[in-house]
Structure formats: structure tokens, C-alpha cells
């Protein structure tokens, strides 16, 4: 199953994306997270894990990808054939406690120009996979709806927005679940850094509530090892809620 994490800045996608994935490799899954946000430089202190190279060096850096993409062929392909996650070469790798993590590609100078290229290459590169039933890849998007824009989400199996307590994720909750249906994939939402009257008044907000999968309570234990750059090794009870409604909707 691919799922795509998405959702406003400063929402919770990259905590949520590793304790998912941290949950999901407990629960004895194979699992990749790709970080496709070319400005987030923490995911990896979240899983505890090395940061990985960026994937654009494959194919040569950003100039390599675009050259491998000619504006005269819409429909070039940057793969020969279909991936598996054995095929994707171990220096673009980093591995901790069962999760797997690699990066599209980052941002590292100023005026080195747009992120189109690591749009480009998530997008294929997430469709380009093949994976067995026992194997999970989690994309972790960067803030907002560009990666629609990109066309990264119709790689997916399933999108999952990440809402927290704000007027702002309750509105593009509604915009992200008419993309998500303009493009025949299924959006769920799980609800962030919620007590029990925000909760109440998130589902009164919501305009499908029923697409609400999981509600996680605020955490002083999350936001301490979040500011410290810790793993997130945190047993989060309600993502495993999240985690049997993904099963049995992939069953």
C-alpha cells in the first residue's frame, strides 16, 4: 500500500508519517518512507535514522533528472522497468529499527532554482513501485496542495490528511477531500494535537466526518522529543486504529 501523508504547515505530517511508520514496522510490515518536502530537514532525527542522499543524485542532481525528461516527450520515463524496494540502491538508504527512509531531494543553496525535478521524480518513482502485500511505502508531502498540483498523489493508494486545531487544516481538509475525489483516490483524515472539546468541535467542522480515521491526543512527550531532535519512539495507541481501517480498506 502507498499512502501519502499531506496537510497545512506545522499540521504534524512528518511526526505522524514516522510514528505511522514505526507502528506499521512493529506490527511486522516492510516499510519505505519517502520524504518528498525539498525544505523539511528533520524527518530523519524523527526516525532516528542517518540522513540519506538525495535521490535526484541517481540520476545525476536536478540537472540530470530534467535531462532525462525531454520537453519534446511528455510521456519519457525515467525507469526501464518496475521497482521493487529491493531494487532501490542501498546508498540512497538510510535504516532504523525496521524503517526504511530516502529523500527525493532537498533545497541546499539559494537560487539553485524551483523543486520541479523532485516533483517529477516522486511522482514516477512512487508509481514505478511494485510492492507485495506484507510492504508499505508512506510519502511524506510538503505543506499544501503542490504535490497535487505535481500529480504525486495518483502514485498513491490513499491520501491521508493530517488536521490540527486551526480554521486554516479545516478548510483545506475540504479542498484536499474534492482533489482527492477529482483524481478517484480515497482521502482520510486523522485529526492532530487534539483534547477532547477540540476533538468535538474538529468532527462539528469537518464536512466529512466520516472520513475521520484516528485522533491523536496533544503529547508533551512528542513536542519534547520533536524540539530536542529525538527519535519519536512514542507507542501512539489511536494510530493503530488508523492502521486496521488502512488494512482492511486495502484488503
Known sequence: MKLMICGKGGCGKSTISS????????????????DSDESNY??????????????????????????NLPKSDPDAKLFEHPWTLQDIPQEFISEKNGVKLMAIGKIHEAGEGCACAMGALARQFID??????????ITDSEAG???????????????????????????LSEKIYE???????????ILNKVDESREQLMRESIR???????????????????LKGEALDCDILELQTAIEFLEKQAN
Do not use: W
Open 145 to 171: 496542495v503542490e504535490h497535487f498540483g505535481r500529480g504525486v498523489d495518483k502514485a498513491a493508494d490513499a491520501i491521508v490528511m493530517i488536521v490540527d486545531p486551526s480554521y486554516e487544516s479545516l478548510q
Open 42 to 67: 528533520g524527518l530523519y532525527r524523527q526516525l532516528g535514522a542517518d540522513l540519506p542522499r538525495d535521490f535526484t543524485q541517481y540520476f545525476g542532481g536536478k540537472r540530470g533528472v530534467f535531462n
Open 19 to 34: 510514528l505511522l511508520a514505526m507502528k506499521y514496522a512493529k506490527c511486522g510490515k516492510q516499510v519505505l518512507v519517502i
Open 179 to 189: 482533489m482527492g475525489a477529482s483524481i478517484k483516490k480515497p482521502v482520510y483524515f
Open 128 to 137: 514505478n513501485l511494485n510492492l507485495s502485500s506484507d510492504e508499505i511505502v
Open 208 to 226: 466529512h466526518p466520516e472520513a475521520i480515521i484516528a485522533s491523536i491526543p496533544e503529547s508533551t512527550e512528542i513536542l519534547s522529543k520533536g
